[in-house]
């Protein structure tokens, strides 16, 4: 069954389902507290920097969040229901007006094709990837092995082994993953009842959220 979204941009009169939506990251929505990952696309992290055509390098995670707000600005976002990943959150293909959010993100070069469990945006990617466009500016890291080498460095730090920081503040009780470009800053003081996670899903189970990054 399909899911209405409806963004926080003053959009008409919303379905029974609907609420406001909240953007986390190049493939990651939020409604009503519900997480929506884009099924078969990986977007740069928030922090990542990736590489560019003179040598240097470039915000891409922030690049990815500013498309997708601007895309979810357009008009009604509506996803399908494709189940659950390993993090409980909820898989979906979203559209809005005549484009598909997933298709767009690939196709404009602010994120990946995920291979490892999709074939859907291969072509897509192929073509992006031909134009230099965006992540494909230059040779850099993919959002997977990112993730993979900052959780890996953290794991070795942490007190626990488990290296996923749950902090509470005025905006509430929220996780920061070793990816995260506040992770550093963040402390975790166990007297507050502030703790450590192994996974996202064990924090997001514990009432724990993700930081929203986008404005």
Not at 166 to 180: K, V
Request: net charge negative.
């Amino acid at each position: 069954m399909a899911i209405t979204i409806i963004s926080a941009f003053g959009l008409s009169t919303p379905a029974p389902a609907a609420g406001t939506l909240r953007v986390i990251d190049g493939d990651t929505i939020v409604l009503n507290e519900v997480t929506i990952r884009f099924s078969g696309i990986d977007a740069p992290e928030a922090g990542q920097k990736c590489a560019s055509a003179s040598g240097g390098s470039w915000p891409c995670g922030k690049a990815a969040i500013a498309a997708l707000e601007q895309l979810v600005a357009s008009g009604e976002v509506v996803c399908d229901d494709r189940g659950t990943d390993i993090y409980e959150r909820q898989l979906g293909v979203c559209r809005v007006g005549n484009h598909e959010i997933n298709t767009e993100m690939v196709a404009s070069g602010n994120a990946w094709a995920f291979r490892k469990y999709s074939a859907d945006y291969v072509a897509v990617e192929d073509k992006a990837h031909a134009a230099h466009l965006g992540i494909w500016q230059a040779a850099t890291m993919p959002a997977w092995e990112y993730r993979a080498e900052k959780w890996h460095v953290a794991e070795q730090q942490a007190p626990t082994g488990c290296p996923i920081k749950g902090n509470i503040s005025e905006n509430g009780h929220i996780y920061h993953a070793p990816w995260s470009p506040w992770y550093d800053r963040t402390k975790v003081d166990v007297k507050k009842g502030e703790r450590w996670f192994c996974d996202e899903a064990e924090a997001l189970k514990a009432g724990w959220r993700a930081p929203q990054w986008g404005h």
